[in-house]
């Protein structure tokens, strides 16, 4: 019976270490105690971290477990931003912005080029482990149109030499 | 808001209202239509739909006048508006073009057809034609549990359902996950909803996603008859519509009652009509003739009971007893209580889940709540003594909740059992029910301190050497403190043995504290039963009979009687004490079984059974915690040869030839009783009784003991037998046994095996789960279900097996 939905028991749980737990504790301390929620974001993203870059249900149960939420609720967020992964991702996650600005300067093509060269279409994985891509909104960076991201870098301005050269640079 | 009077304009016509509320609300009142979908006056706006569009005058000399969301503009003086104009129309079109893109349109075979928000407001607002030609959205539905059908394509994201949850249910069970195109509405990883309220979301989604499971495809919502009526199953009585076809019950809905139930309605009243043709029904009148049961008609079932019972009782030293359900209603109560007392009695009781009877005499006239349901808001303490309040009277839970909520209401509980209340609960008292009264003594001698007081005669021995607690200080200075504060006796305080001291030191802590306090009880009618004159010690009106006091439930049931008379009850289920009572009306010569439904265990111990109608197919009246005497007629006729309780009463008087029997009608039923009532003013505190205590108070031998509850579907025959209520998750605690960790050490149990545990000479198996919030030495097994109606009174000792 402990398993029900709104079980809003609070404590640790052993899916997250405790490496991971005092990052989050660090997080914690900058919000007042009963605002615990306010640190899901930043939770969700250190347990991503540690878990090889992606979010599992057990991982979500925990986070909210921890900061005595709704697991719906840690669910809603973990969802809606694009950058929490829900399936194992490649060691580089290539993330093309497919919005309004970026699409009407040709990302369709860029996403067509990536697949050209790695036979991946967003969503998937090259079979080696290597490149994950995905289609994201916006990512503020309209001015360099198509744009895309890898790790914490924005490439902007993409031209086919563009990929060619930055897929050359990841290893 | 602020009480700033200001003057706005809406399509011409001058509106004078408090400045800071939102357009949509102003709107509604002087019945200018604005269409919405996620606009709700229950809930928080979130302003996410943009189908309430309206154009508003610009502020500014030449600038253009925007379109604002009406249900998130709050109005100030001067402003003008236009919901009309051709700027807002086409809004709301545009609107209402992008709704419809994902939107199915299965109309025709959508349970929402017909009373869908989607499609009055697209008749209203949209184009007759669609311009989208490219491929829609599909969403998988979801598993909500037995109660809600899902149809997720449908789903417009309005987020009502997921903001019921948060602000009304108080359960955050349903959330919006995804972004953009890929939003859905789910549970989390599915699960099952819990919610006592939770089928309220049917009501309010606007579109045909969340409709009721019970209901699909069973009628279209245009064809059903409504009839208005009231919730059978706890002391609010919330107003409801019964919605019939071809004479059977399709569907129930909350019927708007602000001082009630507001717009809400409890799963448990929605869904109980799903019992109305369980196979359980008794269909006609039925005799035991020589151990064998025969069928017959009324007249046969009648002359023999009458012929039988007049023997009985013409000699005077036999005695006949008479118990029934707590939610009879007022009129069956006053009939068959008429009927003992016509024959010289007074044995008769509707408290039957009762231990401790040695103070009746100090009940008020009925159990009142002492505080209307809709001042329950502005309480700012409250104080819960054995009440799981969500689950026994979900409405009044949820107006504690909004309490808490709106006005910082502390709320604190002294209990036997931990609930999962929906609201933060200040000081939490959970310990072994022989200790409730140690522990009210405790807060007594603390605000007794407080007011620098001297303690009352017969409780200074008892309080003289205890010490306060850091919880009972506590609990003492809120109530202390509090310009409001409130004391509830839940439904579980009754069947403790010392419910009298109890009750006793509850009313010493409000008097000292200046509190008030008030009475939950099970069943929908306890207060017009009492009015009625169900009791031993009382007849109608709360008319005392000091020298002819009858025998109370407990009595009754445990010395055999020369016959009974069961209204609506199944005492194996029932009563506290389900294998004594077995027992009693096994060995009884005659018993007279009044009920809607038949089983096996019924037939061993009846004589007759006469099948009556369930409160669905009744007319009646049902008196609130509140005192609200609220009549209904029967939405549908009996089933099958049932009739109603009250006309089968009335012609049993006939047959005694008792006086003044000669009711037509259930009104007259109602007026007699009426004419001679009048209300009083309620102070629910009583004098303080010194010989109360002077064996002290209760201590606990350390023998492991059963603890109980009903849990919330399974208080009465008809909720029972819903079955959809039955697959919910509540009652997963249905075959359960709870204990802590350290006790079930001690009785070497262990979590998920299966147990026999034993009391007296019945026993029954369990599954064995760990809980820690099950106090020391405490078992807890509930009550009312299957697997107890073996076992004896709850709070006694249990012996347990692996
Ligand atoms: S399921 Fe219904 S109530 Fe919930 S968001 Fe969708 S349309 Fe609104
Ligand atoms: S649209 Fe691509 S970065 Fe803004
Ligand atoms: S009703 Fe105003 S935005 Fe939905």
């Known amino acids: ?171 | 808001m602020g009480d700033k009077k200001v003057t706005i304009e809406v399509n011409g016509q001058e509106i004078e209202t408090q400045a800071g509320r939102m357009l949509i609300e102003i709107a509604d009142e002087v019945g200018i239509p604005v269409p919405r979908f996620c606009y709700h006056k229950k809930l928080s706006v979130a302003a996410n739909c943009r189908m309430c569009l309206v154009e508003m005058q610009a502020m500014r000399e030449g600038m253009e006048n925007p379109v604002v969301p009406a249900c998130a503009t709050p109005i100030g003086d001067g402003m003008k508006f236009y919901t009309k104009s051709p700027k807002a129309i086409a809004a709301q079109k545009g609107v209402m073009e992008f709704l419809l893109i994902n939107h199915p349109l299965d109309c025709p075979i959508c349970d929402q057809g017909g009373e869908c928000e989607l499609q009055d407001i697209a008749i209203g607002y949209g184009e007759g034609y669609s311009q989208y030609t490219e491929a829609k959205r599909v969403v998988k539905n979801k598993d909500l549990g037995p109660l809600i059908a899902t149809d997720m394509t449908r789903c417009i994201h309005c987020t009502r359902c997921v903001r019921f949850g948060e602000e009304i249910a108080g359960t955050r069970e349903l959330g919006m996950i995804g972004r953009g195109e890929h939003t859905e509405i789910t549970t989390y990883l599915e699960h099952s909803i819990s919610s006592e309220m939770s089928a309220n979301v049917i009501d309010l989604c606007p579109v045909g996603a969340l409709t009721s499971k019970p209901f699909r495809y069973s009628a279209r919502s245009w064809e059903l008859n409504n009839v208005d009526a009231i919730a059978a199953h706890d002391c609010v009585g919330s107003n409801i519509i019964v919605q019939t076809l071809h004479n059977k019950v399709k569907r129930v809905l909350p019927r708007e009652n602000e001082a009630l139930n507001e717009v809400w309605l409890s799963d448990r009243d929605r869904f109980s009509y799903l019992s109305q043709t369980h196979t359980e029904r008794l269909e006609t009148p039925m005799i035991k003739k020589g151990g064998e049961w025969q069928c017959c008609d009324w007249n046969t079932a009648l002359t023999t009971l009458v012929a039988e019972l007049d023997i009985l009782v013409k000699d005077k030293k036999n005695t006949i007893g008479a118990l029934l359900s707590p939610s009879s209603t007022l009129e069956e109560g006053y009939l068959l209580q008429k009927i003992v007392r016509g024959m010289g009695q007074h044995n008769i009781d509707f408290r039957i889940r009762q231990q401790d009877f040695s103070q009746q005499t100090l009940d008020p006239l009925y159990p009142h709540l002492g505080v209307n349901i809709d001042d329950i808001s502005t309480l700012d303490a409250v104080m819960l003594i054995g009440s799981n309040i969500h689950k026994d009277q979900p409405i009044i839970g949820h107006r504690l909740r909004q309490a808490v909520l709106k006005n910082d209401t502390k709320v604190m509980a002294v209990s036997h059992r931990q609930y999962s209340f929906h609201f933060p609960v200040t000081e939490n008292i959970i310990v072994h029910p022989q200790r409730i009264a140690l522990q009210l003594a405790g807060i007594a001698k603390a605000l007794l301190t407080l007011n620098n007081a001297s303690a009352p005669t017969g409780l200074k021995e008892v309080i003289d050497d205890m010490l306060i607690t850091d919880i009972q200080q506590k609990m003492a200075e809120k109530l202390q403190a509090a310009k409001r504060g409130h004391l509830i006796l839940g439904n579980m305080i009754y069947g403790l043995e010392d419910y009298a001291q109890i009750r006793m030191l509850a009313s010493l802590i409000a008097s000292l504290s200046e509190c008030n306090i008030g009475y939950l009880t099970e069943g929908a009618n306890a207060a017009g039963l009492a009015i009625a004159g169900c009791l031993p010690h009382r007849k109608e009106v709360g008319k005392e009979n000091n020298q002819d006091v009858g025998l109370h439930a407990q009595e009754m049931l445990s010395k055999t009687l020369d016959a009974y008379i069961l209204l609506g009850i199944e005492p194996e289920l029932d009563t506290l004490n389900p294998q004594q009572a077995i027992n009693t009306l096994t060995a009884s010569s005659m018993v007279v079984v009044m009920n809607a439904f038949v089983t096996d265990t019924m037939k061993q111990y009846a004589n007759i059974l006469l099948p009556i109608s369930t409160p669905l197919e009744t007319s009646g009246t049902f008196v609130n915690t509140n005192g609200m005497w609220q009549s209904f007629t029967g939405a549908v006729s009996p089933y099958k040869e049932a009739r109603p309780a009250w006309k089968v009463l009335r012609v049993l008087g006939n047959l005694f030839e008792l006086d003044d029997f000669d009711y037509r009608s259930s009104e007259e039923v109602k007026e007699s009783i009426a004419s001679k009532y009048t209300a009083e003013k309620f102070d629910n505190r009583i004098i303080w009784q010194e010989h109360l205590f002077e064996n002290r108070i209760n201590n606990v031998n350390n023998e492991p003991i059963r603890i109980s509850d009903v849990p919330g579907y399974a208080i009465d025959a008809m909720v029972r037998r819903a079955d959809a209520l039955q697959d919910s998750l509540d009652m997963q605690i249905a075959d359960k046994v709870l204990m802590n960790e350290k006790l079930a050490q001690v009785l070497q149990c262990h979590a998920d095996n299966i147990v026999e545990v034993e009391q007296l000479e019945g026993s029954g198996k369990f599954i064995v789960a760990i809980d820690e919030s099950i106090p020391d030495d405490c078992i807890y097994i509930p009550s009312a279900v299957a697997a107890t109606t073996n076992l004896a009174a709850p709070f006694s000792t249990v012996s347990i097996k692996e």
């Not at chain 1, 969802?79 to 309004?100: D, L």
């Not at chain 1, 860029?110 to 991946?120: F, K, N």
Request: with cysteine; hydrophobic share 35%; net charge negative.
């Open chain 1, 1 to 171: 019976m402990s398993t029900q939905s709104t079980d809003l028991s609070e404590g640790k749980s052993d899916v997250l270490s405790e490496q991971t737990y005092a990052e989050i504790d660090q997080w914690l301390k900058k919000y007042p105690p009963e605002q615990k929620k306010s640190a899901v974001m930043a939770a969700l993203r250190i347990a991503q971290d540690e878990n090889k870059g992606y979010l599992t249900t057990d991982i979500i149960s925990a986070i909210a477990k921890y900061l005595a939420i709704p697991a719906i609720e840690v669910q809603e967020v973990a969802t809606f931003y694009s950058m929490y992964e829900h399936n194992p991702v490649g060691k580089h996650k290539i993330c093309v912005c497919t919005n309004i600005s970026c699409m009407l300067n040709g990302s369709e093509h860029i996403l067509d080029y990536i697949y050209e060269r790695l036979g991946i279409k967003p969503g998937e994985t090259t079979k080696d482990g290597k490149f994950t891509l995905k289609e994201v909104e916006c990512l503020g960076a309209c001015v360099g149109a198509p744009m895309l991201q890898v790790g914490k870098e924005y490439h902007e301005y993409l031209t086919p030499e563009k990929v060619d050269a930055l897929l050359s640079r990841l290893d």
